[in-house]
T-cell receptor
Framework: SAVISQKPSRDICQRGTSLTIQCQVDSQVTMMFWYRQQPGQSLTLIAT?????????ESGFVIDKFPISRPNLTFSTLTVSNMSPEDSSIYLC????????FGPGTRLTVL | GENVEQHPSTLSVQEGDSAVIKCTYSDSASNYFPWYKQELGKRPQLIIDIRSNVGEKKDQRIAVTLNKTAKHFSLHITETQPEDSAVYFC???????????FGGGTRLMVKP
């Protein structure tokens, strides 16, 4: 299994600013993913973080808004740029070779 | 792409009863189906999974069945306990290490 940590666990930000969320895995994993979860809703995939190449974004998500880095096989970051209140959500990363394990999430509130 | 439908959206049972949650998927290439339990404010936790080469898998009080022909899979929880109360998500993917497509979730409430 993989143990995944994220930071920050929560943040309150002003509109127009940016926040970078970090995700650390305790073992090397080929693929890492970033999801968004609105309160009371399911998980929606934002993008696949590829090591050594640009992230692959799902429909409705763009690199300018959600830039992602993947410098190695155990770490990734997601930046939420130029935030608006609509970006308030929980952001989760996941990774794993034989199944997907999730980080604890980052609860973001944009005022 | 893959589409996963999950039913029911809410389920209330008496302690000791069984609970069944059903999911359907659209992509015949999907071959890995995990189930996650998410308690309030916590991360999704994997509780059981099944691969397309088996039809059923059991782990104590929980079991999952898979019907590849009909493209549906189900979670069965027997002898439910109040601590089973949570939101359960099914998911599907064509590779266990690949991205997951989630169902909409089922809020299970077990009444003591």
């Amino acid at each position: 299994s993989a143990v995944i940590s994220q930071k920050p666990s929560r943040d309150i930000c002003q509109r127009g600013t940016s926040l970078t969320i970090q995700c650390q895995v305790d073992s090397q994993v080929t693929m890492m993913f970033w999801y968004r979860q609105q309160p009371g809703q399911s998980l929606t995939l934002i993008a696949t973080a590829n090591q050594g190449s640009e992230a692959t974004y799902e429909s409705g998500f763009v690199i300018d808004k959600f830039p992602i880095s993947r410098p190695n096989l155990t770490f990734s970051t997601l930046t939420v740029s130029n935030m608006s209140p609509e970006d308030s959500s929980i952001y989760l990363c996941s990774g794993g070779e034989n199944t997907q394990y999730f980080g604890p999430g980052t609860r973001l509130t944009v005022l | 792409g893959e589409n996963v439908e999950q039913h029911p959206s809410t389920l209330s049972v008496q302690e000791g009863d069984s609970a069944v949650i059903k999911c359907t998927y659209s992509d015949s290439a999907s071959n890995y189906f995990p189930w996650y339990k998410q308690e309030l404010g916590k991360r999704p936790q994997l509780i059981i999974d099944i691969r397309s080469n088996v039809g059923e898998k059991k782990d104590q009080r929980i079991a999952v069945t898979l019907n590849k022909t009909a493209k549906h899979f189900s979670l069965h929880i027997t002898e439910t306990q109040p601590e089973d109360s949570a939101v359960y998500f099914c998911a599907a993917t064509n590779n266990a290490g690949n991205m997951l497509t989630f169902g909409g979730g089922t809020r299970l409430m077990v009444k003591p």
